[in-house]
C-alpha cells in the first residue's frame, strides 16, 4: 500500500506534469472507487477547474482545483495498488484507469487514476483541514509542527504495542505497515513493545528514526533500490540475513493480522 513517503512521490509527478493544466473534460468515473460521491459533483467541480496546488496529509493527496469549483478540493488515497500517470494526446489509458481527467489547451493530454484492485478513493473536500478532521487524522508524520515534544504528547495518550501506535492514522498519518517495520529496525526496538513499558529516551529514539527514515524515503522516492543499504526494507523477508551488524536473521511476526518484519538481536524490548 502507498505509504507517505510514495503519496510524496506522487504528489511531487502531478506537480511536475500536469499542474496549472485545466481540466476540459472527466472520463472513467468509477462509482465503487468515487462512491460517497456522486459522479455528476465530480464532472461539476473538475470540468472546466484548473490544478493549481497540492497539498498531502499522510497517505492523502489534496489537488486544489482553481476558478470556481464549488468544492475547490480533489482527494486522492490510493489503495494498493493506484498510483497517477501522465498521458500525451493520443496515448491510450489503461485498462485500469478508474478516473481520466482529459486537458485543455496545447499539447492536451490527460492525468489518469490507475488502480489495479480498485481499493483507492476518490473524493471532494472543502479544505485540507476539514478534510482531515472528515477521517479522523492525526498529523501528517513530516508535518514541521510535529515536533519531538508534541509527538511525545500524543504517546502519552496510547497503550498497546509500539507497532500498532504508529500504523494509528489518528494518531500520526502516513506510516504504514512498511515504514512502520523500517523505522522501529532504525530505532532498534522491537514491534511487540509495549508503549506503558517503553521509557522516555526510547521514544524520543522512535521520534528521531521516524523523521529521519521518511525523510530519506522521500528522497529516494519510495525506491528500495535507493535506499541505504543497512535499511531493513532492502531484506523485508523472513529467514533473510540482518542488514545490520548483528549476524541475525530476520524475523516475522503476527500483529493485529499484519506481519511485522524484524531482528530480535538487534531489536529488544528496553
Partial sequence: MPELPDVETMRRYLERTSLRRRVAEVERVDGY????TRARELHEALRGARLASTARIGKNLLVRLADGAARPWLALHFGMTGRLLRLEAGEVPPAETRLLLRFAGAGGGAL???DRRRLGRVALADSPGGFADSRRLGPDALDPALTEEAFLRLLERRRGRVKAALM??????????VYSDEILFQARIAPLERLARMSAPRRRRLYRALREVLRAAVEAEGDPARMPEGW???RRREGEPCPGRCAGTVERVKLGGRSAYWCPRCQKAG
Fill in 33 to 36: 472507487v468515487t462512491r460517497g
Fill in 168 to 177: 494509528d492514522q489518528s494518531l500520526v498519518a502516513g506510516i504504514g505497515n
Fill in 232 to 234: 531493513l526494507l532492502r
Fill in 112 to 114: 489518469a487514476l490507475v
